[in-house]
Every structure is written in C-alpha cells, then in structure tokens.
C-alpha cells in the first residue's frame, strides 16, 4: 500500500484491495499526481529554507531532485506536469517574475505533448490536466463569489472563507475539470 502511495505502483495491491478502491471511488490515491510531487517540493523548500539557501539558486537543487522523483515514478504524466509547474514557480520567484498558472499548465502539456505524442488520447494526461484546467479556472472566481455573498450585508469585519470551504470550492472545480473526461473514458463519475 505504502508503495502505491508513494510510488504508483500497485503490482502488490491485489485485485480485492484495488477493487475496494475502485467501488469507494477513490482509486486516484492510488495514482502518484501533482499532490505527490507537492509533497517532495515542500520537503526540500522546508530543508533548503533551514539551511538558508537564496530561493535564486533553489533551481540548482529541486531540478534534479524532481527530475529524480519523476524517473522513480515511472515518468508518469501527471507527475511530469506537476514537476514542470512547480519548477517554474521556482524559477518565476528566483527571478522575480509573476506566476501565471495557466501558462504553466501549457507549457507542461506542451512538454509532455513533444516528448509523447500519444499521451493526448490517455485518460491519466487529460484528466490530470482537466484537473488542473478546473482548478486554474474557477478556483479564485468561485471564492470571490463565496466571499462576496457571505459579506454582502457587512460593513466593518469580513469573513474569509476557511479551509473547509477552500478545500470544498478546490475539490469541486477539480471534479467540474474532470467531469467530461470521466464521463467519456469510464462512462460514470465519483
């Protein structure tokens, strides 16, 4: 189990366990993702930050270390996008530019376009991008609107939205971006 967390390799799951996560709908902790990388990337922003390295040369160690976690993957799409993303995040701060998410995600999916072709008609590349595309999209819209009804009637002391509903408004664009992929490739939806 530890291993298809971590991983994605799911070769000693057997079909028993692998289907119970299939029927609860929550096989996708089972693909390594973005989340994954996430998790790498904060472990050495944390440790790079302690040993007060410049965030200009935090290139110089997260380009391989990702690079490294990618192979040990299996150079699987979703991690590759979430890679190239965050590297360049880290590159836009080291070289004070602003970050735009979706050009990111572009440039990711041209990436991975150019090195396989085929990657286009797999349902882990489109629904890692769609994704991301619902997320990129509707995320900031959706919590504005939320925070806007919520204090349409207050004056001086207005409500933020908490991480419960960060975490509700995140799941639900990430579902509307995946949605279409899902219903097409596994004629159904979690």
């Not at 880290?90 to 440039?107: K, M, P």
């Not at 509707?138 to 509903?165: C, D, M, Q, S, T």
Request: aromatic share 12%; proline share 4%; hydrophobic share 50%.
């Amino acid at each position: 189990l530890i291993r298809a967390l971590l991983w994605g390799d799911r070769g000693g799951l057997g079909d028993e366990v692998e289907g119970s996560f299939r029927a609860t709908g929550i096989t996708h902790v089972l693909s390594v993702s973005g989340l994954h990388v996430g998790y790498v990337f904060l472990a050495l922003s944390l440790l790079l930050m302690a040993i007060r390295i410049n965030k200009r040369y935090w290139m110089l160690f997260l380009t391989p270390a990702l690079l490294f976690y990618v192979a040990l993957t299996g150079f699987a799409p979703p991690v590759i996008r979430a890679a190239i993303m965050l590297l360049c995040v880290t590159a836009g701060q080291g070289l004070h530019r602003e970050r735009d998410a979706l050009n990111q995600l572009c440039l990711a999916g041209l990436v991975i376009l150019v090195i396989w072709p085929a990657q286009l008609f797999q349902a882990g590349f489109q629904l890692s991008m769609g994704a991301v595309l619902g997320i990129v999209l509707f995320y900031a819209p959706l919590l504005y609107a939320y925070e806007k009804h919520r204090n349409k009637k207050r004056v001086h002391y207005k409500i933020k939205p908490g991480p419960v509903v960060q975490g509700l408004v995140l799941t639900f664009c990430a579902t509307v971006g995946t949605l279409p992929i899902l219903l097409y490739h596994f004629k159904s939806f979690t």
